[in-house]
Every structure is written in structure tokens, then in C-alpha cells.
T-cell receptor, first 112, second 113 residues
């Protein structure tokens, strides 16, 4: 699977929007973009995924660039509970079931 | 609904001892995974089982064995523990397809002295 690049850390204020960027310049046409997050001392949890179009769910929105070489996870109103490490992962459709590779992610801090 | 359950949650071993980490899921998922996470690092895949009866190596399989006991259970065994295997181990499961979401357990913290 293609590699992703994320900032090591970001800060946000509570109740403000947060935009978490991810670069994936070598993405292929069959790669899905997945986001997971890991709260302190917990296992990762799924946030959202998309292919080409922007996606929304109850947790977040995913904005995908037109050329698909970057994407942004948007938390519309950050809460203290959103403080976590956020992972951006590419997953090839039809690829091996095992290769969902987690990098170091972005550590998001939320200030009250 | 318990989701993915891992046991034990904490374990301390001496070098050379063996142990098995147990994982069970109650979501009728086909695929199951074992990851390890070292301090300040992302997760690395150890082994996975795409379906009952099959297992495959991931990124860091050396020093580990796995057993897919049935559709619900996937165990990870350390035959001769080494300090380098000190880590937090996560089990995960997934329904089917390449876009399905992974569900993770709470983790098992292993220390090898």
C-alpha cells in the first residue's frame, strides 16, 4: 500500500473545528482512505473512510482533494474526548487482507 | 455486546517463558488480526487470519505463532519470550471486504523481564 504523511502533533481549542491533514501523493486509483483514532490506553477505533467523494458521518467529515493526493479529516467541534492519535491509512481494494498499516499518526491535543 | 475481548489485560514474564494471548469476538466477523504497539509507535501487524482455517504472516511474525481456533477465537502464542517482545498487543476483527472497519480489543500489556 502507498505511504501517508501526517504531522506529528496538532493542538486545538475545545468547541473549535479541527482540520487534520494527510498527504498520500503515491495513492493509486483503487486505494481507499481510512481514518482511525486511538484514545489514551485504548485500542484504535474506526472514524471514517472514503474513495473519491467527501464523506460525512456522526463522528467527522472526510474531505478528499480532487487529485486524491491529500485528504483532511474534519472534526466540526472538538471536545476534550477527541484528544487522541489520529491515523490516516490507505487500503487497496482487492489487496491483501492483512496490510492495513498504521504509521505514527497525528497526536491531537484539545485545550479547554 | 462485548465486541472484541482480549485476555489477559496485563502479564509479566521472565525471558524464556511461554504464554498465550487469547482473543474472542462475538460479531461473527470473518477476519481477525494481531498487532503490537511499542511506546510512541504505530501498530505493526504480527499475524492475521482472513477466514476460519487460514493464517498469514504480517510485518513482524518472528517469535510468534497463532491459532484460529474457530470463527470466534484467534490466539497468539509466544513460545520463548524475549525482552524485545515487551509491548501492548491488540487483537482486531473485521466483517468482510477490504473497506470494512476494524474493531479492536482494549489491548494486552506484556512485559518481559
Amino acid at each position: 500500500d502507498a505511504k501517508t504523511t501526517q504531522p506529528n502533533s496538532m493542538e486545538s481549542n475545545e468547541e473549535e473545528p479541527v482540520h487534520l491533514p494527510c498527504n498520500h501523493s503515491t495513492i493509486s486509483g483503487t486505494d481507499y482512505i481510512h481514518w482511525y483514532r486511538q484514545l489514551p490506553s485504548q485500542g484504535p477505533e474506526y472514524v471514517i473512510h472514503g474513495l473519491t467523494s467527501n464523506v460525512n458521518n456522526r463522528m467527522a467529515s472526510l474531505a478528499i482533494a480532487e487529485d486524491r493526493k491529500s485528504s483532511t479529516l474534519i472534526l466540526h467541534r472538538a471536545t476534550l474526548r477527541d484528544a487522541a492519535v489520529y491515523y490516516c491509512i490507505l487500503r487497496a481494494y482487492g489487496g491483501s487482507q492483512g496490510n492495513l498499516i498504521f504509521g505514527k499518526g497525528t497526536k491531537l491535543s484539545v485545550k479547554p | 455486546n462485548a465486541g472484541v475481548t482480549q485476555t489477559p489485560k496485563f502479564q509479566v514474564l521472565k525471558t524464556g517463558q511461554s504464554m498465550t494471548l487469547q482473543c474472542a469476538q462475538d460479531m461473527n466477523h470473518n477476519s481477525m488480526y494481531w498487532y503490537r504497539q511499542d511506546p510512541g509507535m504505530g501498530l505493526r501487524l504480527i499475524y492475521y487470519s482472513a477466514s476460519e482455517g487460514t493464517t498469514d504472516k504480517g510485518e513482524v511474525p518472528n517469535g510468534y505463532n497463532v491459532s484460529r481456533l474457530n470463527k470466534r477465537e484467534f490466539s497468539l502464542r509466544l513460545e520463548s519470550a524475549a525482552p524485545s517482545q515487551t509491548s501492548v498487543y491488540f487483537c482486531a476483527s473485521k466483517w468482510m471486504g477490504n473497506t470494512g472497519e476494524l474493531f479492536f480489543g482494549e489491548g494486552s500489556r506484556l512485559t518481559v523481564l
